[in-house]
């Protein structure tokens, strides 16, 4: 064997052991988490008063949807939301645009709030995998929102949204932590 050959037969021997260890003998895929990418996290400030007029405040790190093309990617494709609490939606203008689950993954749950940051409305929503959007539920509020913000299912009480609760979105970016009380 001269030695052109005996290269060339390492060769192959070496590629058939790389294939072989890239290979899984299940086909098993590794699913990696996919948060939002793209959005700004800002600090959302929540006060709700109690019985006795005392009022607690918050502070929690939440994504900010605040551009047409933010709004209308929201949480799609999102397996986690990552480090924020949630997402907040906030539209120039008083609306009744309905909200909707086409190509979301997870189970959220969503509040409304008016121009002042009041309370309006909560509900939760479930994940539409239809192809055609138009046969996926609308969730929406009676009365017009400015802010709407989506979290995790089940967690709107968790991070302090209450019947009393107001929000307000401050102008300062989130620290390493998720949120602070």
Not at 14 to 19: E, F, L, P, S, T
Not at 63 to 68: G, I, L, P
Not at 119 to 133: I, K, R
């Amino acid at each position: 064997m001269n030695l052109h050959t005996m290269r060339l037969a390492t060769a192959v021997v070496v590629v058939g052991a790389i294939a072989a260890c890239g290979t899984s003998p299940t086909n098993e895929t590794i699913d990696v988490p996919q948060e939002p990418t793209g959005f700004d996290r800002q600090i959302m400030r929540i006060s709700t008063a109690d019985s006795v007029g005392d009022t607690e405040r918050l502070d929690r790190c939440v994504w900010v949807a605040d551009t047409s093309d933010e709004r209308r990617r929201g949480l799609m494709g999102v397996t986690t939301l990552g480090a924020a609490d949630g997402m907040l939606f906030v539209q120039e203008q008083p609306t009744s645009g309905a909200f909707w689950m086409k190509g979301t993954l997870i189970n959220l749950s969503i509040a409304f709030f008016d121009q002042d940051g009041v309370l309006l409305d909560a509900t939760n929503m479930s994940p539409c995998l239809a192809s055609n959007g138009n046969d996926c539920p609308r969730y929406q509020t009676p009365a017009n929102y400015v802010f709407a913000l989506e979290v995790a299912e089940g967690d709107l009480a968790e991070l302090g949204i209450h019947a009393n609760s107001t929000i307000t979105l401050v102008d300062q970016t989130c620290s390493s932590s998720t949120s602070t009380e």
